[in-house]
């Protein structure tokens, strides 16, 4: 049989990752599709791939969430993290309001950001009053 087996494994940054047994895998790959913009019908051809394809696409999320993971505890909080854009557009704290320039340098950035990142951070940037602090912001700019 030509099928992958349950028994593979990726390199990932923090080592190597042995695939999970089937229902374990089949667990992870709905978590996956759930953590994705994606119509059902879509996520249903994506069950119906053959266990080697998603065996891939699974890998490489954990990969990317596992650099994501990295990225977060190797820099500081301002170096693109949802906490790093909050707490940006609330530079100055206690009631000051960031300078002009610095503000719309973080908005630019930001128009950016949440294409490059996963749902997952789209959801901490909201889960932060991130949506909130933007238009308490914006008059700064007039």
Do not use: C
Request: hydrophobic content about 40%; aromatic content about 4%.
């Amino acid at each position: 049989d030509a099928r992958p087996t349950l028994t593979g494994s990726v390199s990932l940054p923090a080592g190597p990752l042995e695939m999970p047994d089937e229902a374990e895998f089949n667990a992870k790959f709905e978590e996956f599709l759930t953590g994705r913009d994606i119509p059902e019908a879509g996520k249903e051809q994506m069950r119906l791939m053959p266990l080697e394809s998603k065996w891939k696409l699974l890998q490489q999320h954990m990969q990317d969430e596992a650099k994501i993971a990295e990225k977060r505890v190797s820099t500081d909080a301002s170096a693109g993290s949802a906490e790093g854009f909050v707490q940006q557009l609330m530079a100055g704290g206690g009631g000051k309001r960031p300078e002009p320039a610095k503000l719309a340098a973080v908005l630019s950035n930001l128009r950016v950001a949440p294409t490059n990142e996963p749902m997952s951070w789209i959801v901490d940037f909201k889960e932060r009053k991130g949506l909130s602090v933007i238009p308490n912001q914006l008059d700064v700019l007039h």
